[in-house]
C-alpha cells in the first residue's frame, strides 16, 4: 500500500505548486488593484511554473528509480530464495573463475558454510575443505573444457564425502560470453542422482539375474529333450535284455546332442583369446560351400559369389570364421525348402578400415516380429534347433571387432552383412 501512495506524490506537488503559484498570482493582482503587470513580474511568474514543473519531473524521476531499485532488489531476493532453496548445487564463477555466488546446498555440500568463499577460485577454496581439493581441481579442469568448447556441456562427476558417501551429479555448466567474446561467467548446475545410479545398478543386478534365470530355463530346456530319449532308450534295453543297435545309436545321437549345447554354451561363457591375422576370405567361403555342397545340391541350391576375389583380406581367425559362414550358410539353406540361390557378394569398403560381405538367401525371409529377437539365446522358429547358432555367430563377429547386421522381409528373403576389419 506504501508503495502504491508513492507513485502520487510528484502529483500532488505539482497540484499543490500550482495552487500556490495561483495564490500569489492572485494576490499580487489585488494588490496591484488590477493594475497592468511588468515584465518582471512575468519573469518571476514564469520561474515559479518553471521551478514547479522541473522539481515535479525530477520527483517523479527519484521516485521512478526508487521503485525501479525496490523491484530489483525483490527479484534479487526472490531469486536467491529460489536458488537456496533447490535441491540441487547452483554456482555462479566469473570469467576467471572465481566464485560469485553459490547456494546453500553447494556451501553445506562442501563444508563451506563459516567461509567467505565470493572472489576465491576452486584451488583456493579447496584450502578451506582439503577433503575436496582434489574434486576442485577437478572442477576446474572441466570449467575450462567448458569454456574452450564454448558451449553447454553436461557430464557426471563423482566424489566422496567427509563420512565416505559417494556422491554423483549430473553436472550442466553454461558458459556465458562478453559481445567481443572475452569470458563473462560460468553457471553450474549439479543435480545429485546418486540414488538413481544406486537403483539403475539394482536393474541392471536384476536384469542380469533374469538373463540367468532365463538362460538357465533353456539350458534346463535343451539338455531334458535329449535325456528324456536316453532314458527311454535305455529302459527298451533293460526291459529286453539286450542292447539294439539302433537304440543304442539314437542315445550316442542323444548324447552327442547334449555334446553340442554344451560345447556352444561355452562358447558363449567368455571371450576366446584368439590371434587375429590377415585372411583371405574367399578360402573361408571355399571350404564352407564344400562341406555343405552335397547338401545343397540335394535341396536343388547353388551358390553364387560375386566381388571376391583371392587378395580379398580381412583380419580374423580363420576356424571361427568358418564357423560363423557354415551357420549363416545352412540358415540360408533351410529357409529355402524348394531351392535357389545364395549369394556371397563383396561391398565396397566401408571407409572405416572394414570390408563388408554379404550373404543373401531366396528364401521365406523373416516376419517383422521376429526381427528384433534375432541372435537372442535359444530363440529360434526352426521346429528342431537350439537357438544358438546366430547367437554365437554375433559373439564372433563381437570379438573381431565387427559388425553383423540383418534385413529381411517375409516372403522377399534374407540379407546378413557383415563387416570385418581390413588391418
Known amino acids: 500500500m506504501k508503495r502504491n501512495w508513492l507513485k502520487f506524490i510528484p502529483l500532488i506537488y505539482l497540484f499543490f505548486g500550482i495552487v500556490w503559484i495561483g495564490l500569489t498570482d492572485y494576490w499580487i493582482y489585488v494588490l496591484k488593484q488590477n493594475d497592468h503587470y511588468v515584465i518582471s513580474e512575468y519573469i518571476s511568474l514564469l520561474k515559479g511554473w518553471l521551478f514547479i514543473l522541473i522539481t515535479t519531473l525530477l520527483l517523479y524521476l527519484m521516485l521512478k528509480k526508487h521503485a525501479a531499485l525496490k523491484e530489483l532488489e525483490q527479484k534479487e531476493q ?23 555466488q553459490t547456494n546453500e546446498y553447494g556451501l553445506a555440500l562442501y563444508d563451506l558454510e563459516k567461509v567467505d568463499y565470493k572472489g576465491k577460485t576452486d584451488v583456493e577454496l579447496g584450502a578451506y575443505s582439503p577433503h575436496f581439493l582434489e574434486a576442485f581441481e577437478y572442477c576446474m579442469k572441466t570449467d575450462e573444457q567448458t569454456w574452450k568448447e564454448g558451449k553447454i556441456s553436461r557430464a557426471e562427476e ?13 553436472v ?8 567481443d567474446g572475452r569470458r563473462k ?21 536384476k536384469e542380469k539375474l533374469s538373463v540367468v534365470g532365463e538362460l538357465s530355463a533353456g539350458i534346463a530346456h535343451e539338455i531334458k529333450n535329449p535325456l528324456t530319449s536316453i532314458k527311454g532308450f535305455i529302459q527298451l534295453i533293460q526291459r529286453s535284455g539286450n542292447a539294439n543297435k539302433k537304440h543304442v545309436e539314437m542315445v550316442l545321437s542323444e548324447i552327442d546332442r547334449i555334446n553340442d549345447i554344451v560345447s556352444e554354451l561355452l562358447v558363449l561363457s567368455k571371450p576366446q583369446t584368439k590371434e587375429l591375422t590377415l585372411i583371405p576370405i574367399l578360402e573361408v567361403l571355399q571350404y564352407v560351400i564344400n562341406l555343405v555342397e ?5 535341396h536343388n541350391i547353388s551358390f553364387s559369389i560375386e566381388n571376391l576375389g583371392s587378395e580379398t583380406m580381412v583380419r580374423g581367425d580363420k576356424n571361427n570364421l568358418k564357423q560363423v559362414f557354415i551357420n549363416l550358410i545352412k540358415n540360408a539353406m533351410e529357409a529355402m525348402p524348394n531351392g535357389g ?40 522358429s526352426k521346429d528342431k534347433g537350439m537357438g544358438l547358432g546366430l547367437t554365437i555367430t554375433k559373439k564372433i563377429i563381437e570379438e573381431h571387432q565387427g559388425e553383423i547386421r540383418f534385413e529381411s522381409k517375409e516372403g522377399n528373403g534374407t540379407t546378413v552383412t557383415i563387416d570385418l576389419p581390413t588391418q
Open 172 to 179: 550442466i555448466k553454461v558458459p556465458l560470453f562478453h559481445a
Open 78 to 100: 526472490e531469486l536467491s530464495t529460489l536458488i537456496n532453496n533447490m535441491p540441487d548445487f547452483v554456482c555462479f564463477k566469473d570469467g576467471e573463475g572465481r566464485w560469485l
Open 294 to 298: 552335397n547338401e545343397a545340391i540335394n
Open 185 to 205: 561467467a560460468l553457471v553450474t548446475i549439479g543435480r545429485d542422482i546418486s540414488s538413481l545410479k544406486k537403483t539403475e545398478q539394482l536393474l541392471v543386478t
Open 158 to 170: 563423482s566424489f566422496c564425502l567427509a563420512d565416505g558417501e559417494r556422491k554423483t551429479f549430473d
Open 341 to 380: 540361390t545364395i549369394t556371397i557378394s563383396g561391398l565396397a569398403d566401408t571407409g572405416d578400415g572394414r570390408r563388408s560381405i554379404q550373404v543373401k538367401d531366396d528364401g521365406i525371409g523373416i516376419s517383422s516380429s521376429n526381427m528384433s529377437s534375432i541372435g537372442n539365446p535359444f530363440f529360434t
